[in-house]
């Protein structure tokens, strides 16, 4: 932006009001055309909160941890193999741009159109939670970790091959001990993301506590909803809580 | 035991090669120094020998089996029988110093035993002996990341003792440590080679160690041979001239500097 002439300053600002009206005018935002009766009604309605739901949401909120935790380590457990095999230099070309495509795929397809799917295919709300999860974060994961083996120091990985070891031990010994600490805070980081994704996941029918909240506004109970929503908002805080005391632990 | 047949590498394409023709042939039992200027090939030659180097020609032997274009098989069986020492030690960070050490007798165990770390008593029982020779034996259990240089250079060296295999490589295995502690390493690989016969090749910075503690200079010169003789028919001379400077007028030995 420094150094621009005044020209070019006129020729941005004329851009920035020409994308401002026309997505005013593709999208209909008009705060003349609000019905701020309906946000009364609705404000009104939340007040005072349904307390007596929250067994329900506590349980539901136990739930959407559940999902988090089992897509997270069924994606670890899929990526630990597969994380190998997509990191450059340790097994053959092919396998590694095979293994890097069908990552790519996988985190490609944002988990609530994996939710969706699977959704359909099984008609489980938890289940297709915690596979839709797994799904994306597969991907995510494989990419991840095989590049914390590609960044490994070469060094203790020449040490052992010159002893006379195989690759198995070479990579157990030579690249997982230096990998083992970047490996667990890639893989707290995204359970963190996953709490706050699974309650996500719940708005569509993936169980968990914003199934919950779905419920609740389906059937008009805002009083609930307001309590629905403070379950997830602690959630959300203590996911975040708990990832910053482990990146505090591993690093 | 080692023969290099022209061997010429270049790191890349249109640089001045790392090696370049290197032909050397050396004997079973004999310990031999590599000297020469800092760049001149000496890491590189020994990592021609393991084949964690690929010459980009010539022909590298080792008791007669091509080394290069081994199969891995081939490889591993060669490297079970080649102790290396490198240059900037390349040990396990989070391992203790015995963790480190037992790394030398991988070569020799089932995949099983390496995975999970069991070792039989023999090898830790040698492991812990080869730290107490290096002066480590109170370090045993301390992560190699909390030891000073020197004691992590020594733990690279009882790394290279318990592999057994009749020959190390050592790539300036003494250049982080005190005179005294520098003798008493050698002083080690040497009893070896007396012992049981172990092949020695050794870079050395310091010509007065190798004239002390090796039966043969090799000294190179940009990836050149430029001196081959049996060391006691050096002369500081020699020496001078292979590193590319005038002879001293003084004539007083380890003129060179490292
Ligand atoms: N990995 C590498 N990639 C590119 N060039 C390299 C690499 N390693 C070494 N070289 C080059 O090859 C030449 C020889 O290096 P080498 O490490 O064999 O020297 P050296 O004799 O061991 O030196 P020193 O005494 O400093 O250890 C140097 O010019 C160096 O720049
Ligand atoms: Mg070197």
Redesign the pocket.
Known sequence: MYGTTPGRRLVLAGALAAAIAWSVWVTGFEPSQWDLSAVRSFVAGMFPPDWTVLPTVIAEMGETIGIAFLGTLLAFVLAFPLSLAAARGLFPDWIGGLVRGAAAFCRAIPEILWALLFLVATDLGNISGILALAAHNVGILTKLMAEVYEAAPAGPQEAVLSTGAGRAAVIWHGILPWSLPHLFSHLFFRFECNIRTATVLGLVGAGGIGHLLMLHRSLLQYDRMLVDTLGILVLVLLSDALGALVRRQVT | MIELEGITHR??EGQPP?LDGVSLVIGAGERVALL?P????????LRCITGLVRPTQGVVRFRGRPVTGASPGELRAIRKEIGVIF?EYHLIEPYTALGNVLVGRFGHLPLWRVLLGLFPRADRELARRALAQVGLADQAQVPVRRLSGGQRQRVAVARALVQGGGVILG??PVSNLDPATARMVLELLCEGNRREGTTLVL?L?APELALEFCDRIVV?RAGRVVLDRPAREVTPGDLAAAYGLRAPASGAPGAPPG
């Open positions: 790191y890349r790392a020469g800092s760049g001149a090939g000496k890491s590189t030659l240059q790539d300036e870079s910075h190179l």
